[in-house]
């Protein structure tokens, strides 16, 4: 597997990476690092085709599953710390995921995966 971080003035840092969901674990203190430095990193290219491959990425990057509780935008629960989208219209865009900020004890990562491109758009506003 590799990872490349590719940084361009007014965008997020973007991570080229090959492989699977379970070679990204070895590039853990890698994405550790860009999110510190940063604040955030696209990983772009690893190879994910279903919920199973989808929660061997989340869980490649993150040490504790997020409890979903948000009753605005209610999603359903795949596996522990795996949730679907929040269905919204279309011909909206989508409000800001603020993933439990509010909360005394908040997340400390937030992992989005996009298993089937949108046809346009697909922006994700994080606050």
Same mark, same amino acid.
Do not use: I, K
């Given at each position: 597997?590799t990872?490349?971080l590719?940084?361009?003035?007014?965008r997020?840092p973007?991570a080229?990476v090959? &492989?699977?969901?379970e070679?990204l674990?070895? +590039? !853990? #203190?890698?994405v550790?690092?860009?999110v510190?430095?940063h604040g955030?990193?696209?990983?772009?290219?690893?190879?994910l085709r279903?919920?199973?491959?989808?929660e061997?990425?989340v869980r490649?990057?993150?040490s504790? *599953?997020?409890?979903?509780?948000?009753?605005?935008?209610?999603r359903a629960?795949? !596996? *522990?710390g795996?949730?679907? *989208?929040t269905?919204w *219209?279309?011909?909206?865009?989508?409000?800001m +995921?603020?993933?439990l900020?509010y909360? %005394? !004890?908040?997340?400390?990562r937030?992992v989005?995966?996009?298993l #089937?491109?949108?046809e346009? &758009? &697909?922006?994700?506003g %994080?606050?």
């Amino acid at each position: 597997m590799t990872f490349a971080l590719d940084l361009a003035a007014g965008r997020p840092p973007v991570a080229r990476v090959s &492989g699977t969901a379970e070679d990204l674990a070895g +590039h !853990r #203190t890698a994405v550790d690092e860009a999110v510190a430095a940063h604040g955030a990193v696209l990983l772009r290219g690893l190879d994910l085709r279903d919920e199973a491959a989808a929660e061997a990425a989340v869980r490649a990057v993150t040490s504790t *599953p997020m409890t979903e509780r948000e009753a605005f935008a209610p999603r359903a629960t795949y !596996r *522990p710390g795996l949730h679907s *989208p929040t269905e919204w *219209p279309p011909d909206q865009p989508m409000c800001m +995921h603020h993933e439990l900020s509010y909360a %005394l !004890r908040v997340p400390s990562r937030q992992v989005f995966v996009c298993l #089937t491109a949108p046809e346009g &758009g &697909g922006a994700v506003g %994080l606050a």
